[in-house]
């Protein structure tokens, strides 16, 4: 990231990595901070280990799969300076070839889920409310307040991230972006899109590639499953409370 033209560290966290990866960061990348647990913690674990060895005022949360582009950071921090109720920002994410990657969405219902990864999905009524938690009813070329964002790649400040006493740890792996947006929005805090921050995220959802009963034999659906019933334990059955403002 040698065009940032603010101050910054770079902290990686390796979650019990299997490869070489860690020796390479070692040896190669000396400007790194490079923090090892013995055990897989999770995303969220990850993150909040990262976080608390960072020094600066700000963190930036970034999946391993994200490049950024000039003037990114400095255009999601501006949107703290815009308004003291900002508590998170999250950039426009890209597709490799630059087309536009949905990645602010609406808080999900209980049929969410359901209605992604099976056939009921592609029905007019699944299909209509699928667009309307992907909020496919704006084109993601603006800047807005949205219900929640990808955790990809998420900004806000360290002191704001411990007074939410981090990410819920009792997500192993996804939704706990989800968690983290509702109780910002819980704090009176906004979560703001920023599209004039632009990252490239290579993704490929893993927990999808199979759809239908199939997709029950992979173990990461499995794990969103668990995820999901969490979040909704926690936080209730109905969502109909969106924080989206035009």
Known sequence: MSNVSVPYEIIIVDNASTDDSAEMIEHELS?????????NIGYGGGNNKGAQH???????????DVTVLENSIESMLEKFSEDEHVGL??????????????SAYRFPKTTTPILRRTVFGKTPWGRKHLSWFMMADW????????????????????EMLQQ????????????????LCRRMW???KKVIYCAESRMVHYHK????????VLALFNPLTRVHIRSAVYYFKKWGLQREDSKTVD
Do not use: C
């Not at 084109?139 to 360290?158: I, N, P, Y």
């Not at 939410?164 to 968690?179: A, W």
């Not at 959802?205 to 239908?212: D, I, M, P």
């Open 31 to 39: 400007h790194v901070r490079l923090i090892q647990s013995e055990v």
């Open 54 to 64: 960072a020094k600066g005022e700000y963190l930036l949360i970034l999946n391993p």
């Open 89 to 102: 920002v999250a950039p426009q994410l890209l597709h490799p070839d630059k087309s536009i990657q949905y």
């Open 139 to 158: 084109d993601h070329l603006t800047s807005r307040s949205v219900d929640w964002v990808l955790g990809g790649a998420m900004m806000m400040k360290k």
């Open 164 to 179: 939410l006493k981090g990410f819920d740890e009792n997500y192993f792996l996804y939704f706990e972006d989800v968690d």
């Open 186 to 188: 819980q704090q009176n």
């Open 205 to 212: 959802r893993q927990s999808a590639q199979k759809g239908g």
